[in-house]
């Protein structure tokens, strides 16, 4: 009896020792398995880390690329997706994929590539130059009412006094229509789009090239960046393929003048954005809207009398300025002004190559 009580004893402690044995591999394993994980994920951590490293570096060196890279590709994806190009969500027949490609594509991809170009205090400077509203009125007024002032003379000289005819419902309720849209048009197309093609685009080669290659270089990527609309409202068939290059060729000559508007705007407003957007919400709302109750002509006519205002306006400031545009006004940025610092650095020690040396060399 008692050798079965010693068998049953000693079988109880060999499974009791064999259970806190099961139990510390377990404990082993988990301890184990846990810092495999964290190994795991630190090593994806700096992976991650490593890539956004790199292609920060990549974007600071290449960011007129990288800008472009990110603003066209949004705007193409926007305008390949049907239920964003059919959208009707905005009132006045307003394009959602414009809104869509502006905020995301060259809004976003100013702020990422200033961020990335010059820091905090970039982003610093291009929010301070967006928002900047301290600006004599005389430039408001000339901001709001030089576009559909001009074309309606202009469509008076044409047309005679029955453009000035009261428009069905009015022109009280015309205009308010005309002041909704260039609301919505400043908030969510031209406000994004200056942002990207002023504040960062333009003001980044500022310093680099003269006022006209300046206009002329912005000009030619803005009309780059405008042909995804052209596909969004034609379609991607074959014919629009081909006649693609013609608008490209037609959009880049009309976005010359205003840009070269944009440049003088710009300098004169102590680098202001917001005021270079309102200038464009301006154009846009009036030939939106207003063209249709002020030009009693085809859309051929239309385009070419708003166009009209343009091309003399910038001419006349071109000559008028002898194709300064206002630069000598213009206010540096922190950019600008690290660029500057940069040059004078290399320039002084080119000069003098003894200057690190010490004084008994």
């Not at 154009?283 to 006519?301: E, R």
């Not at 940025?333 to 004078?344: K, R, T, W």
């Not at 000069?351 to 060399?361: C, F, I, L, N, W």
Request: glycine share 8%.
């Amino acid at each position: 009896m008692w050798n079965w009580v010693g068998l049953l004893g000693g079988g109880c402690g060999c499974g009791c020792a064999f259970l806190v044995w099961i139990g510390a591999v377990s404990v082993v394993n988990c301890r184990r398995r846990r810092r495999d994980r964290r190994d795991f994920l630190s090593m994806w951590a700096r992976r991650v880390v490593s890539a956004l490293s790199s292609a920060r570096r990549g974007v600071a060196r290449y960011p007129v690329a990288a800008f472009m890279v990110i603003s066209v590709g949004a705007g193409f994806v926007t305008a390949a997706v049907p239920p964003i190009v059919d959208s009707e969500i905005l009132p006045f027949g307003l394009p959602l994929h414009g809104v869509v490609g502006g905020v995301l594509g060259v809004g976003l991809a100013a702020f990422l590539v200033t961020a990335a170009l010059a820091g905090r205090a970039g982003v610093a400077d291009l929010v301070r130059r967006v928002v900047r509203w301290r600006v004599s009125v005389c430039w408001y007024l000339v901001a709001l009412f030089t576009v559909p002032a001009g074309a309606t003379l202009i469509s008076l000289a044409i047309y005679g006094p029955r453009v000035l005819e009261a428009p069905s419902g009015g022109w009280p309720r015309v205009l308010a229509e005309v002041a909704a849209v260039f609301v919505l048009q400043l908030v969510l197309f031209q406000l994004p789009e200056e942002i990207g093609f002023t504040g960062f685009l333009q003001d980044h080669w500022q310093g680099r090239y003269s006022p006209l290659k300046l206009t002329l270089y912005v000009a030619l990527l803005w009309a780059v960046w405008h042909l995804p609309d052209h596909f969004a409202e034609e379609g991607w068939g074959v014919e629009q393929l081909i006649s693609a290059p013609v608008v490209f060729v037609v959009e880049f000559v009309s976005l010359f003048f205003a840009r070269a508007l944009f440049v003088w705007f710009y300098n004169l407003t102590g680098s202001s954005v917001l005021l270079v957007a309102i200038f464009h919400a301006s154009f846009d709302a009036a030939y939106n809207q207003l063209s249709y109750d002020v030009v009693p002509g085809s859309n051929t006519a239309r385009f070419l009398i708003f166009s009209a205002v343009i091309v003399v306006f910038a001419t006349a400031v071109i000559i008028a300025t002898k194709g300064q545009l206002g630069r000598r006004a213009a206010a540096r940025s922190v950019e600008g002004e690290i660029a500057v610092e940069h040059a004078l650095d290399d320039a002084a020690t080119s000069e003098d190559p003894r200057r690190s040396d010490s004084p008994d060399a």
